[in-house]
């Protein structure tokens, strides 16, 4: 499936890099080159005060407003996940899934070298070269432009 419209608008937060990866990603997994994996979501782009402050509360942040890559516009970092939701352990096949497709797609686009991706706690990161870690849940992806 394609991204649906609150993909879409989050998405459209974010930087053009991040965009045209995510996009990418998404219709790689609509032709079914992410075994495991059927949609995707995405999380969170942009975050206002209220909405970092509210995820770092909630400790889906380290950091406190404005010192996230989602606290600009565009935003510098994108939270993604696989698509229906699943948190618990039975999940993480997906979320691995995932991860090795971004870092596919990216290397594919050439966005992305070196970058490095670490998988924690249901959190999948990625750091594409001189952008720095997001610290968001889910796939998190940061650049700057």
Same mark, same amino acid.
């Given at each position: 499936?394609?991204? $649906?419209?609150?993909? &879409?608008?989050? #998405?459209?937060?974010?930087?053009? +890099?991040?965009?045209?990866?995510?996009?990418?990603?998404a219709l790689?997994?609509?032709?079914?080159?992410?075994? $495991?994996?059927?949609? &995707?979501?995405? #999380?969170?782009?942009?975050?206002? +005060?209220k909405e970092q402050n509210e995820a770092f509360a909630k400790r889906a942040s380290k950091l406190q407003w404005p010192n996230s890559k989602h606290n600009q516009l565009p935003s510098l970092a994108v939270d993604m996940a696989p698509y229906p939701l699943d948190w618990s352990v039975?999940?993480?096949?997906?979320?691995?899934?995932?991860?090795?497709?971004v870092q596919k797609t990216a290397d594919k686009l050439g966005i992305n070298s070196p970058a490095t991706i670490a998988l924690t706690k249901a959190s999948l990161i990625l750091a594409l070269p001189g952008y720095g870690v997001a610290e968001g849940v889910a796939l998190a992806i940061s650049v700057i432009a």
């Open positions: 499936m394609p991204l $649906g419209n609150s993909s &879409l608008v989050k #998405l459209a937060s974010c930087q053009p +890099e991040l965009r045209r990866l995510v996009e990418a990603v790689g997994i609509d032709l079914g080159e992410c075994p $495991g994996v059927t949609d &995707l979501t995405v #999380l969170c782009g942009f975050r206002g +005060e039975a999940g993480l096949p997906a979320f691995r899934a995932l991860r090795k497709y």
